[in-house]
């Protein structure tokens, strides 16, 4: 075993590899930069070494180096899957806790992947070849869907959508576009390419049969120097929002024996036929239906971020696993030995806003709280920022129980005690989703989110929480003090006329009902309810604004105080996060339709469309490419003055070099 490892990776995944090496008696290495000088995962490493970035491989190996480390584990996203970088270990005669760069270069190009899936007898997705550089041009792509090129085709015209574009590089979801109209292929294309370079600075793609109402389901291999190659059970991972994964459990509710049998024998088999060493994962995609119709989707070189379930329900330690095969020890299990018990599930907590198109939110975390007894996997603690630099996954929550039912039903209060206040998280929308009866039948395919839309949504906040607010933020009567009065006086004792209004997650609150019957208790407000029932409001305080968690919902009120001459400039379409330019559409004096995209940003590597709303007249352009803007920062003013509205770029998400699926 190795005496010092290096984890080239930051966060969640840091932390969760740290905590091995710590049982194991292993020293642990972070790397870090200046965004995560005070990171959970640089405090708890026993050294951290500054970079420039997590990307940089020279400065990552020099790392290494300086800190005396024999092993690099890449953790998942950044390096984890780039064969430049398994080769930069080797030639510095650091061991790499992964694959070969050559088995890795291999099954990180999607159609070469696919040519070893065949020759290994598992079933690939048909769709369109290009030879093994996959060096598609747009038109290529497009005369292929429109019918005008046979070469490398499958099924007559008419069968070529929906199509899927995937990035031939990298995996996560990153550059992935489903496209259902001819008219709509162009601007997925650019967009996919882009968001590919951006990931894996490889912008080729491939061709895909869109397989709808498919499930996702993937093989755990494992695989060691002395020949061995095991898989550990599968995956679920068909609930997904616009291809990036939400839940994931193991086992598959519609998996046997005998299907699970058959899956994990042809993950071996195209392990084996690459030369696979390491942990992996083969993504299969299976009729929803009939999941013994089941298709090779990719490998995953690495870790996934939903191997929890799979060592909870097998009692492995995957990250042991890998750091033990990459010192060359052989597996210490055989086939016979890997049995599943019980049912696991996991929730991955994001720092987004459901109720705003899922935009990324950031902020410091004024409060955090594990459930109790749950495992969490987590880099975030009470006061760490969470920026825009990175994906806004925060943490991970999963279940274990006897059997799926009460595995649902413990993932629920899980998420119910989980505290992560100030960055808006998914957790009440995720409860929302377990909850569906689609999804507590096992009835999941991966546009199941997408269907149900808006019926899947966290509880409005109560009636009397604006009450609760005025209660917590002001608490006894001001006192006669002037500098406590909120009244806008200024220097030279001219004071402007002035309103205070009550500001919460929604806007202003133009009505207060008191709030009767409340009464302080430890931590909070109390509300004796009917029967004497008593509710508990927990009020946790935030600079001059408060936070309330209602029912495990929390929301951010605080009170604000217009002065005389106060105006917001109208007609300013505004940044809803903070993030960088990537695109800038349109130039003062252009007219634009209702819809027309004025300006692209990308923020948590997601890319977000600033739309017209209304047919009007650019009236001015405040931004150009390359610029980095605030939040709130006006970008295009609209002369009728209307509001823009924002959405997911081209049906994208998140998809960072951080976290893939």
Not at 178 to 205: K, N, Q, S, T, W
Not at 226 to 252: D, F, I, W, Y
Not at 397 to 411: G, S
Request: hydrophobic fraction near 45%; proline fraction near 5%.
């Amino acid at each position: 075993m190795f005496a010092r490892v290096l984890i080239a990776n930051r966060g969640e995944i840091a932390v969760r590899v740290m905590r091995t090496l710590r049982r194991l008696g292993v020293e642990s290495v972070a790397i870090y930069t200046d965004v995560d000088a005070d990171a959970v995962h640089v405090r708890m490493a026993d050294r951290a070494v500054r970079v420039s970035s997590y990307l940089e491989i020279e400065e990552v190996i020099a790392a290494a180096l300086a800190a005396g480390a024999d092993a690099i584990h890449p953790g998942y996203g950044f390096l984890s899957e780039r064969p430049a970088f398994a080769r930069a270990c080797a030639e510095a005669s650091i061991a790499f806790v992964g694959p070969g760069a050559e088995a890795m270069a291999l099954l990180g190009d999607k159609v070469a992947a696919k040519g070893v899936a065949v020759r290994a007898g598992v079933p690939v997705v048909p769709g369109l070849s290009a030879g093994a550089d996959c060096a598609l041009t747009d038109g290529e792509i497009i005369e292929w869907v429109d019918g005008r090129r046979a070469t490398g085709a499958h099924g007559a015209p008419a069968e070529r959508l929906p199509l899927l574009l995937k990035a031939a590089a990298g995996g996560g979801g990153k550059g992935m576009r489903v496209v259902h109209a001819l008219a709509d292929l162009p601007e997925a294309i650019g967009a996919a390419r882009r968001e590919a370079a951006a990931a894996f600075g490889d912008d080729r793609l491939l061709v895909e049969r869109y397989v709808e109402r498919s499930r996702h389901i993937e093989v755990q291999v494992i695989a060691d120097t002395h020949g061995t190659v095991l898989h550990l059970g599968e995956r679920e991972c068909s609930l997904q929002r616009r291809h990036q994964k939400v839940v994931e459990e193991a086992p598959s509710p519609v998996v046997s024996a005998e299907l699970r049998a058959r899956m994990g024998e042809a993950a071996c088999a195209l392990a084996r036929s690459a030369g696979y060493v390491g942990a992996g994962t083969v993504e299969l995609i299976a009729e929803r239906d009939d999941p013994t119709s089941f298709y090779f989707l990719e490998v995953n070189a690495r870790l996934q971020v939903e191997h929890p379930v799979t060592e909870l329900v097998t009692g492995l330690d995957l990250v042991e696993l890998q750091l033990r095969v990459a010192a060359g020890e052989p597996l210490s299990l055989a086939q016979s030995d890997v049995s599943l018990s019980g049912w696991a599930i996991e929730a991955r907590v994001y720092a987004e806003d459901p109720a705003h198109g899922f935009l990324p939110s950031t902020g410091r975390v004024v409060a955090y709280r594990e459930p109790r007894g749950m495992r969490v996997d987590s880099g975030i603690e009470e006061g760490s920022e969470v920026t825009s630099h990175y994906d806004p996954l925060l943490a991970k929550v999963i279940a274990h129980a006897p059997h799926r039912a009460a595995a649902l039903d413990r993932l629920d209060r899980a998420l119910a005690e989980l505290r992560v206040v100030g960055p808006t998280t998914n957790a009440a929308w995720l409860r929302a989703l377990l909850a569906r009866p689609e999804v507590r039948a096992g009835e999941l395919d991966t546009t199941l989110i997408e269907r149900l839309g808006a019926d899947v949504a966290a509880p409005a906040l109560a009636d009397d929480l604006p009450g609760l607010a005025v209660l917590a933020l002001l608490g006894s009567a001001p006192s006669d003090d002037p500098w406590d009065a909120l009244d806008g006086w200024r220097l030279g004792g001219v004071r402007a006329p002035a309103r205070r209004r009550l500001v919460g997650p929604d806007g202003e609150v133009s009505a207060v009902a008191p709030s009767d019957g409340v009464r302080r208790v430890r931590g909070g407000l109390g509300i004796e309810g009917e029967g004497g029932v008593l509710r508990t409001v927990e009020v946790y305080p935030d600079g001059d604004a408060v936070w309330l968690v209602d029912g495990g919902v929390p929301s951010r009120w605080s009170v604000a105080v217009d002065c005389a001459g106060a105006r917001s400039a109208e007609g300013s379409l505004d940044a809803p996060m903070p993030g960088t330019v990537i695109d800038v559409r349109v130039e003062p004096g252009a007219a634009v339709a209702e819809g027309d995209t004025l300006v692209i940003l990308e923020s948590m590597k997601m890319e977000l469309a600033i739309q017209a709303p209304a047919d009007g007249v650019v009236a001015d352009v405040f931004v150009a490419t390359g610029d980095r803007v605030a939040q709130s920062a006006p970008l295009v003013a609209l002369s009728d003055g209307a509001v823009s509205r924002r959405v997911p770029y081209g049906d994208s998400e998140r998809h960072s070099s951080e976290v893939p699926a």
